[in-house]
């Protein structure tokens, strides 16, 4: 069964501080991971995916196949990084039937 | 472009009362998708279309149709409401295996 576990529902660091969101899944096969994020009062965005290999708004995430994680790292953490962050799987080609974790809410502190 | 659209923004519902919810995308997209996002569970895919004529159950379908009406439209109707369906519902569309795109939601409460 395809699983998606973030353990934190909640987050908090300081402004230029590093952060850590940890995702951990559970599928048999290569699935494509993703990290969502809402911004307050807006819609859900993708923010980035494993496969495009980019950092978005200075956030990367690396897949680990042997420990079954899609962590998302900063390395200075900004207030307006302060938001609810989703990594979700999808394992199934042509439509993407995508499975989410439970999401982390981060909050930056000034 | 207006993305994805839905509407109602928000509802509220007696249980036993039926509505449906509408969403529509503008960008030519293939697979269009409902979910629901309840506190501490995150997004669970209740029904999605992978392309126009075609529907299927995601993880939680009971209770809810759907009607891909064209390749904008993708209807979710709850025909009896229940208090465990109160509930904020995305839409959100897609070419296929690429970047999904949401709608703002709609906040569902059922009494």
């Known amino acids: 069964a395809q699983r998606v576990t973030q353990p934190e529902k909640l987050l908090s660091v300081f402004k230029g501080a590093p952060v850590e969101l940890k995702c951990n899944y559970s599928?048999?096969?290569?699935?494509?991971l993703f990290w969502y994020v809402q911004y307050s009062r807006q819609r859900l965005q993708l923010l980035l995916r494993?496969?495009s290999r980019e950092s978005i708004k200075g956030f990367t995430a690396d897949l680990n196949k042997g420990e079954t994680s899609f962590h998302l790292k900063k390395p200075f953490a900004q207030e307006e990084d302060s938001a609810m962050y989703y990594c979700?799987?999808?394992?199934?080609?042509?439509?993407?039937?995508?499975?989410f974790g439970q999401g982390t809410r981060l909050t930056i502190n000034p | 472009n207006a993305g994805v659209t839905q509407t109602p923004k928000f509802q509220v519902l007696k249980t036993g009362q039926s509505m449906t919810l509408q969403c529509a995308q503008d960008?030519?997209?293939?697979?269009m998708y409902w979910y629901r996002q309840d506190p501490g569970m995150g997004l669970r895919l209740i029904y999605y279309?992978?392309?126009?004529?075609?529907?299927d159950k995601g993880e939680v379908p009971n209770g809810y149709n759907v009607s891909r009406l064209n390749k904008r439209e993708f209807s979710l109707r709850l025909e009896s409401a229940a208090p465990s369906q109160t509930s904020v519902y995305f839409c959100?569309?897609?070419?296929?295996?690429?970047?999904?795109?949401f709608g703002p939601g709609t906040r569902l409460t059922v009494l």
């Open positions: 979700a799987l999808s394992g199934l080609q042509g439509a993407q039937k995508l499975v």
């Open positions: 959100a569309s897609g070419r296929g295996s690429d970047t999904q795109y």
């Open positions: 494993h496969i």
């Open positions: 960008m030519n997209h293939n697979s």
């Open positions: 599928y048999s096969g290569s699935p494509e």
């Open positions: 279309s992978a392309s126009e004529g075609t529907t």
